[in-house]
Nanobody, 117 residues
């Protein structure tokens, strides 16, 4: 099972940008669908964006055109570039790796993103 460690969260003003990273302990090439989720206080954990091993991406409607998910299969790292941030983007952001054969999911510990003036 792959281990995941997120980084890059913090406090940013509305309209600002952040780049989240998720480092995997093992190879994610060809074996995992990678995704970012977020959970705001008192709310459920929701899918933000996902990317397959072949690079196909999906986004939640709320982040389309503002966020970009990408993966570096050499560095075994997942990224989330977040632009034009809004206060409603405030949440803990989690990285998820879903093994495509076993459907086993691994989660990171989360990184806090706060958008506030």
């Amino acid at each position: 099972q792959v281990q995941l460690v997120e980084s890059g969260g913090g406090l940013v003003q509305p309209g600002g940008s952040l780049r989240l990273s998720c480092a995997a302990s093992g190879s994610i090439v060809s074996t995992y669908v990678m995704a970012w989720y977020r959970q705001a206080p008192g709310k459920q954990r929701d899918l933000v964006a996902s990317v397959t091993s072949s690079g196909n991406t999906k986004y939640a409607d709320s982040v389309k055109g503002r966020f970009t998910i990408s993966r570096d299969n050499v560095k075994n790292t997942l990224y989330l570039q977040m632009n034009s941030l809004k206060p409603e983007d405030t949440a803990v952001y989690y990285c998820k790796a879903l093994h495509i054969a076993t459907l086993t999911a691994s989660w990171g510990q989360g990184t806090q993103v706060t958008v506030s003036s």
